[in-house]
């Protein structure tokens, strides 16, 4: 789970999700060997969100014969609102189907069983994987981030730039003033000048 700075801490509470009971119970044993706290849940009728809502774990280990299409669906929405390191143990292991898998969220999918004395390190691998792509996402939400605003102080600048019949520095400067006057961020300063337009022109 990601803390109150983006980062994300090393797995201590897991959420298992499995379809049988007897195998969860055998999964359940070797995470808690391997000193993880446990929230065991057999998959029935609530929904992934739903128990990741009820227990709030920094992990999400799932267990199940073989993913059907309401699982991925549940994983991407999962991915996109409440972002969790995810391991999938499956028997499945249809290449096609990895890959749906790890683009709905997957961090690691491992097929044909589980391996008690593997599961830390699976576990290990699954967190360095989230992390690594919630640090590109971030990236990805930054840059897009700069150019809307960008585009917003240009649009901005060429309204002023019209309206005052000033250039281009001269409206960059009227702006920034405005902005270090309300103690704002100059995209906001921006978007409000384009609001302002925008109502005029109305």
């Known amino acids: 789970m990601a803390d109150r700075h983006g980062k994300v801490a090393a797995p201590q509470h897991v959420l298992l999700v499995d379809s049988e009971p007897a195998r969860a119970a055998l999964l359940e044993q070797a995470l808690k060997d391997a000193g993880y706290t446990v929230d065991k849940q057999v ?3 609530r929904s992934l969100a739903r128990l990741v809502a009820e227990s709030q774990p920094d992990m999400i280990i799932i267990d199940i014969d073989a993913p059907d299409r309401d699982v991925l669906e549940q994983m991407t929405q999962l991915s996109r609102s409440n972002p969790r390191p995810v391991v999938m ?13 790890i683009q709905s969220g997957v961090s690691a999918y491992v097929a044909n069983g589980m391996r008690p004395d593997r599961v830390k390190a699976t576990l290990s691998v699954a967190v360095a994987r989230f992390r690594e792509f919630q ?8 840059a897009r981030t700069e150019l809307a605003d960008r585009k917003l102080i240009e649009k901005a600048k060429g309204l002023i730039m019209t309206h005052r019949g000033v250039n281009e520095d001269d409206a960059y400067r009227a702006l920034r003033k405005m902005a270090m006057d309300r103690s704002c961020r100059l995209s906001d300063v921006a978007r409000n000048v384009i609001d302002i337009f925008d109502i005029t022109q109305e």
């Open 43 to 45: 998959h029935g009728d």
């Open 89 to 101: 143990y499956a028997d499945e292991d249809d290449t096609a189907f990895v890959e749906q898998a």
């Open 135 to 142: 640090n590109l996402r971030q990236e990805l939400d930054h």
